[in-house]
């Protein structure tokens, strides 16, 4: 199954831009007032799409040797990827007030810009990591 390594990381950089994508222009339509972010044809595309990225996530574990996990970073974006979640729930529908909503919304994307940085250095300090290397 190694051989098919490059074409599910593929597969997961696409998800992994297309869920972020989706994410912030569900969430800005949301705080502009819009009512298609929750559509339920827009709802099923992100649980599509989300579905497809963990799908590519857990092949790819199964696939990379463990050594390369050893300083954490995994566990730091799985741990990252729980609070993107949580926070994208309350901006886009947990929320009761627009600023609450709009906080959340700003934080879910600082959250996950930071999990595309910890991806990229394979480090828990993500694009921090030179700055204390």
Request: aromatic fraction near 12%; hydrophobic fraction near 60%.
């Amino acid at each position: 199954m190694i051989e098919f390594y490059p074409q599910i990381k593929s597969v997961h950089i696409f998800a992994v831009l297309a869920s972020g994508l989706l994410f912030a222009l569900r969430g800005g339509a949301l705080l502009a007032g819009m009512r298609w972010p929750n559509a339920l044809v827009v709802r099923i595309a992100s649980w599509t799409i989300d579905t497809t990225l963990l799908t590519a996530a857990l092949m790819l574990f199964t696939l990379l040797p463990k050594e390369l996990f050893a300083n954490g970073w995994l566990t730091t974006k799985i741990v990252l990827l729980v609070v993107y979640i949580g926070l994208g729930t309350v901006a886009l529908k947990r929320a009761r007030s627009h600023r609450a909503r709009a906080i959340a919304y700003v934080a879910a994307l600082a959250t996950f810009s930071y999990i595309v940085g910890v991806a990229r250095a394979h480090h828990p300090l993500g694009v921090f990591y030179p700055l204390f290397a």
